[in-house]
């Protein structure tokens, strides 16, 4: 294990016991929570987007402030539903996050899973092409995104500019060398993650997939990294890709950890259907930090990626989130050989 980041769903609510009570508090909440997980050591901050909801909706300006306030930790989304998105204003907002970081961008997009609303997308002025699906309008999005961000020029500029260009087309500006290599797919099936690494895209792998063959969550998910391995070899890109996987880990190290997390009835994996597909959740960790080291090297979904995103609680807070982070760096990490 490479890396390790914490991945925010970034819920909000006034209900008694969260201390997120409303969207400004977590979104300084996310920021606050970068800040001490970089000076943890931890290796990312991810953050979910959903629309129409009690969650983080717009990524760009959290992520650029993030990436304003820390110095070192990688910053993400995992994952950006791309039915939702005007690719190139996308393209816009990822250039200047990116650049603010320093580099330290890792975006994860996806097609996205069920939301709020019934075809939210269509309320933000998108609809699928005669013949498409949303997911594939989804795909057709992140085509011409991932092309976008590579630089090139392609827009005739006005005879009569405001301001002077440059000879030749343009290309949208700002333009952050790099960033393309720093993409990431959202996948929920074998066959979504080959297509990703035909498209080069670094490939994230959450605790949720279409169930595929009936096996533990854990072991279809390392089957899907190694066919997503097997076809960017194929393909023949020039650098190394990155796999992520998601888990909620939570060491019982005190009666806090043990009255939010000690009761159990998450240790194995469930099913349900989404969108009329069969699909299999990844089973939850708590206990104490040895039982928890011996649970983990079971997981072949973890040994087969290179970055781990710790799914976190955002509603209990900054302090409590640090504590959890804290307690998995130190007494679980390495272990696993983190570092």
């Known amino acids: 294990m490479k890396k390790i980041g914490f991945l925010s769903f970034g819920h909000w609510s006034p209900d008694r016991g969260s201390l997120a009570r409303s969207a400004q508090d977590v979104l300084l909440q996310s920021i606050d929570l970068a800040v001490a997980a970089e000076e943890l050591g931890a290796d990312g901050a991810y953050f979910r ?32 539903d791309m039915r939702y998105e005007n690719p190139l204003y996308m393209a816009e907002d990822a250039g200047a ?11 994860g997009i996806s097609r996205g899973s069920p939301e ?38 392609f827009a005739e500029p006005s005879p009569r500019p405001m301001f002077p260009n440059p000879p030749g087309l343009l290309r949208l500006e700002p ?13 929920a099936s074998v066959a979504t993650a080959k297509w990703a690494a035909t498209l080069g895209m670094n490939l994230q792998s959450s605790t949720l997939k279409d169930d595929e063959n009936g096996k533990p969550f854990h072991i279809q998910q390392a089957e899907q990294i190694r066919a997503y391995r097997e076809t960017w070899a194929e393909v023949g890109h020039e650098h190394a890709p ?4 998601s888990r909620s880990i939570f060491p019982l190290m005190d009666d806090r950890d043990r009255m939010y997390f000690g009761r159990g009835g998450k240790e194995s994996d469930q099913i349900g259907f989404i969108d009329q597909t069969r699909s299999i ?20 979904g973890i040994a087969e990626a290179d970055t781990l995103l710790l799914t976190i609680p955002n ?9 959890v982070l804290e307690s998995i760096l130190k007494h679980v990490a390495p272990a696993l050989d983190w570092r």
């Open 175 to 187: 333009y952050s060398a790099g960033l393309r290599n720093r993409i990431w797919w959202g996948a």
């Open 281 to 300: 959740f990844g089973r939850g960790y708590a206990a104490e930090p040895d039982r928890l080291i011996e649970e983990l090297r079971g997981d072949e």
């Open 116 to 153: 709020q609303v019934i075809d939210g997308w269509r309320h933000f002025g998108y609809h699928p092409a005669d013949g498409e699906t949303d997911a594939d309008m989804a795909r057709r999005h992140a085509e011409v995104f991932l092309n976008v961000i590579q630089g090139h020029s």
């Open 315 to 323: 509603q209990l807070g900054v302090d409590y989130n640090t504590h």
């Open 49 to 80: 987007v959903h629309h129409f909801a009690r969650q983080l909706g717009s990524p760009f300006p959290l992520l650029a402030a993030v990436g304003a306030r820390t110095k070192t930790i990688e910053i993400g989304t995992a994952v950006i």
């Open 242 to 245: 990155r796999i992520s996987v």
């Open 97 to 107: 996050a990116d650049l603010i970081s320093q580099g330290r961008l890792q975006l």
